[in-house]
T-cell receptor, first 114, second 116 residues
């Protein structure tokens, strides 16, 4: 099982739609969770961190479910500019390592059409 | 601030050649890392550094070397290029360990490497 699993999509939605992505992770001891956004042929950029209580940033809402080991990203009122690949990122501790590492999911591709 | 600067943007190598991908940041970040991104795969950590003189292996270190002689620079060396190393490479840095909840990774713009 991969450390971080995401539905690759693609998700094709009209402007104004609400879309949700899920991501599951394998290590129950993981402590930090993030969503990054990557535009085509560009570098990833942090979209938001995910907190235990859930958090919201404008149209974006992130949730964490530790019991089921998944995180989610909800995008409301989708814009054309939201078209991108969304990467789920989780920290895990490697064997013998005192420094956690970030593991990236394969990404979920979103296309918002007019 | 230029942020994270990676060079070159594109490179074509023949099997067996060696080369160095350059990465520099001007944000005084302690943590620097190299990832590779392949189609259908997530970014995979190659090597990372938590400060000058300190490096460690990531998930896929074979065939790559790194060193960190200064805080600003973290070059990635391909010792003997192989077709399996064809990929997009990203350098990234953060002020502290990126596993902290509030720590943001800053990425360079990437290097598209093809090994023939």
């Amino acid at each position: 099982r991969k450390e971080v699993e995401q539905d690759p999509g693609p998700f094709n939605v009209p402007e104004g739609a609400t879309v949700a992505f899920n991501c599951t992770y394998s290590n129950s001891a993981s402590q930090s969770f993030f969503w990054y956004r990557q535009d085509c042929r560009k570098e990833p950029k942090l979209l938001m961190s995910v907190y235990s209580s859930g958090n919201e940033d404008g149209r974006f809402t992130a949730q964490l479910n530790r019991a089921s080991q998944y995180i989610s990203l909800l995008i409301r009122d989708s814009k054309l500019s939201d078209s991108a690949t969304y990467l789920c990122v989780v920290n895990m501790w490697g064997r013998g390592s005192t420094l956690g590492r970030l593991y990236f999911g394969r990404g979920t591709q979103l296309t918002v059409w007019p | 601030n230029a942020g994270v600067t990676q060079t070159p943007k594109f490179q074509v190598l023949k099997t067996g050649q060696s080369m160095t991908l350059q990465c520099a940041q001007d944000m005084n970040h302690e943590y620097m890392s190299w990832y590779r991104q392949d189609p259908g795969m997530g970014l995979r950590l190659i090597h990372y550094s938590v400060g000058a003189g300190i490096t460690d292996q990531g998930e896929v270190p074979n065939g790559y070397n790194v060193s960190r002689s200064t805080t600003e620079d973290f070059p990635l060396r391909l010792l003997s290029a192989a077709p399996s190393q064809t990929s997009v490479y990203f350098c990234a840095s953060s002020l502290d360990s990126p596993t902290s909840t509030n720590e943001k990774l800053f990425f360079g713009s990437g290097t598209q490497l093809s090994v023939l």
